[in-house]
């Protein structure tokens, strides 16, 4: 079964970017869509974007100014980088692996997900 | 915009059937996802395609999903199942959440 850990900085100063990298074991990143969502603290989920191994991406257009996701298929990984974050960003974030999915596009289900790791933003 | 509505909270005997339901324009015509967070935890995948169960999540554990309203139907619902749940589904590329059901088994 798909694994997922996420890691980085637990604290970003505003107008600084946040850099969260999603380490996949038990499948290969060259297999799925793979997917960062977020979770403000006590709020629902928000999906932040998306991306395949070939290179396509996918982006909330509430994020897409300030979002990239990349892949590093040599080491299983999958990294988030948000630009100029403010107090808003401070949330829980998730990267999850996606179901369902064709070799152009995704509009699958979120299937296996990390624990989420905690990022605040505050100088 | 688009948006998936969901009731704030279910309250739920031990035993019954707990149906928790999201409500959009058109929902039926789109496939709808449902995921389940106890608190403290990332959440989990209960049902896809409107109706799948993947295998680990139990049986008492169904979704429909017809005209404007998916549903997400507990049967014989335990103390395990206290958590909170989303539905998901996709419009214009954009992959959508409702605002997340309190579920309580009392």
């Known amino acids: 079964q798909v694994q997922l850990q996420e890691s980085g900085p637990g604290l970003v100063k505003p107008a600084e970017p946040l850099s969260l990298t999603c380490t996949v074991s038990?499948?290969?990143?060259?297999?799925?869509?793979w997917s960062w969502i977020r979770q403000s603290p006590g709020k629902g989920l928000e999906w932040i974007g998306y991306?395949?191994?070939?290179?396509?991406?996918n982006y909330n257009p509430s994020l897409k100014s300030r979002v990239t996701i990349s892949v590093d298929t040599s080491k299983n990984q999958v990294s988030l980088k948000l630009n100029s974050v403010t107090a808003a960003d401070t949330a829980v974030y998730f990267c999850?692996?996606?179901?369902?999915?064709?070799?152009?596009?995704?509009?699958?289900?979120?299937?296996?997900w990390g624990q989420g790791t905690l990022v605040t933003v505050s100088s | 915009s688009y948006e998936l509505t969901q009731p704030p909270s279910v309250s739920v005997s031990p035993g019954q059937t707990a149906s928790i339901t999201c409500f959009g324009d058109?929902?039926?015509?789109?496939?709808a996802s449902w995921y389940q967070q106890k608190a403290g935890q990332s959440p989990v995948l209960v049902i896809y395609?409107?109706?799948k169960r993947p295998s680990e999540i139990p049986e008492r554990f169904s979704g429909s999903n017809s005209g404007n309203t998916a549903t997400l139907t507990i049967s014989g619902t335990q103390a395990v199942d206290e958590a909170d749940y989303y539905c998901?589904?996709?419009?214009?590329?954009?992959?959508?959440f409702g605002g997340g059901t309190k579920l309580t088994v009392l």
């Open positions: 999850a692996s996606m179901g369902d999915c064709s070799a152009t596009t995704c509009y699958g289900y979120l299937h296996h």
């Open positions: 038990g499948g290969s990143t060259s297999s799925y869509y």
């Open positions: 991306i395949y191994y070939s290179g396509i991406t």
């Open positions: 058109k929902l039926g015509n789109k496939y």
């Open positions: 395609q409107d109706k």
């Open positions: 998901q589904a996709w419009d214009s590329s954009t992959a959508l």
